[in-house]
């Protein structure tokens, strides 16, 4: 069964930074592709990036703009997401997930951007 617990989350001001970490357990961490997803306050999730299963390979929403990276260390079946330039839009819990449905998230962590 796949677990994930998600972190780094907190309050951060306009073009700020921040770097959310996912630990990983339950299955082969290095067999599965990986997503991030997030949800802000009263909407549905939505899709933030995906990143292959070697990590070679990563897709983005059209709205990260070159401002978050994916990433993951198979070795500490870990994934990562760092978040560049944050806007108050980008205020959400923030979850890591097997799939853009968001299966098997975890608790997620809160992001929030604002001065």
């Known amino acids: 069964q796949m677990r994930f617990v998600e972190s780094g989350g907190g309050l951060v001001k306009p073009g700020g930074s921040l770097r959310l970490s996912c630990a990983a357990s339950?299955?082969?961490?290095?067999?599965?592709?990986l997503t991030w997803v997030r949800q802000a306050p009263g909407e549905g999730l939505e899709w933030v990036a995906t990143?292959?299963?070697?990590?070679?390979?990563?897709y983005y929403a059209d709205f990260v703009k070159d401002r978050f990276t994916i990433s993951r260390d198979n070795r500490k079946n870990s994934l990562y997401l760092s978040m560049n330039n944050l806007e108050p839009e980008d205020t959400a819990v923030y979850y890591c997930?097997?799939?853009?449905?968001?299966?098997?998230r975890g608790k997620g962590t809160l992001v929030t951007v604002s001065s």
């Open positions: 997930a097997r799939d853009r449905m968001g299966n098997s």
């Open positions: 339950g299955f082969t961490f290095n067999n599965y592709p």
């Open positions: 990143i292959g299963s070697g990590g070679g390979t990563t």
